[in-house]
């Protein structure tokens, strides 16, 4: 648990997070690099794969999913045509298109969009990309949950706990090899997974209060690949795998969750990962860029959940922060993981103390 002076100087709910640029420390266990079980890199996994000449034999049911909101669908052919092109298609592709989004309604206090004629030739185009694409129109309010919508409706459709679900966005092109890249990563463990190429993880400081850093950030610091478990949330752009089974009925719960989980959906499936008993979130590094192209339109939406974000920091709130630290596994694991920091760190420093005085002894005797 977290100590009372935490609690009492930070809270729960409105606990912030401030970005850190630093390099995280060497033996912190949120960054801490495992191999893969088997002892392969992602990358060597990915190369025998291709080598064997069927890579993608005897792979469980895949799914891709996505959503956007009117305004912003045109992006839509290019990211689709992007994951028709996998090495390793997937069984079906789920799009949601909501003409009401969530965060129009409930942070931009704007309740009506209007909607062009235009919207029922573009699904009809859309559709006819490929039969294994399912295109879900949301014309009422109350059915978009927000940039959650990618994932929270695709799991009412598949049930099956065997069944992989892969998040991309609406504005991402993707790496030929993504799909196939996540399936051999998450074909090691036993466990239900979460796989992903970006983590961002959650920590503590006593100057700061709680903040996130990336893990990528290892691969600067280092000059080197980094693979290891994410003791933070998999970051949706580029691309995350969840194992059906890792999910159960809370994570279509927000009652008793701060409004920013709303708009962090990589947060709030994040938390449910770490809440899980079994479930294990692995960053990986397959020795390519799981992304393509970033923001096909590089002008953001106002309705996007960044510009939101952005503008609710302006006026002293964080979102993603309260929506983070409103995970009592999440907070636990920052400080448990600190705290084994420190004892680490303490028992390096009095074995190099013992050392220099079993140095000293030494010289004295020889003198």
Known sequence: MINAAVQDRYGTDEAHIAVHSRCPPSNSRFVRARPLLGGLTTLQLVQRAKASGAPCRGRPRTVVTMSSFYGRHQNLPVVVESVLRQTCPPDRIYVFLSLAPLIDRVFRHNMTRSIGEEIGEFEASLKRMSPILELVIIDRAEDDLGPATKLLPALKRETDPRTRLVTVDDDTTYHEDLLLALALAADTSTQPVAVGFWCEEFGWAP???????????????????????????????????????????????????????????????????????????????????????????????????????????????????????????????????????????????????????????????AW
């Open 207 to 365: 100057e700061a209060g709680y903040f996130f850093i990336h893990a990528t950030r290892r691969r600067e610091c280092l000059g080197m690949a980094v693979e290891g478990s994410c003791h933070g949330w998999l970051s949706g752009v580029g691309g995350v795998l969840f194992t059906r089974s890792v999910f159960d009925a809370s994570v279509f719960n927000y009652t008793a969750r701060p409004r920013g989980c709303w708009l962090h959906d990589d947060v709030w499936f994040g938390g449910h990962v770490a809440t899980s008993p079994d479930a294990v979130a692995y960053l990986i590094d397959p020795g390519f860029h799981s992304r393509k192209v970033r923001r096909i339109e590089k002008v953001r939406s106002k309705s996007s959940s960044y510009t939101q974000t952005l503008k609710l920091r302006e006026h002293g709130k964080d979102p993603e922060a309260q929506c983070a630290s409103s995970f009592a596994a999440m907070r636990d694991a920052v400080h448990k993981g600190h705290s084994a920091s420190r004892r680490n760190r303490r028992r390096a420093a009095e074995a190099r103390g013992a050392q220099r005085r079993r140095a000293k002894r030494n010289a004295t005797r």
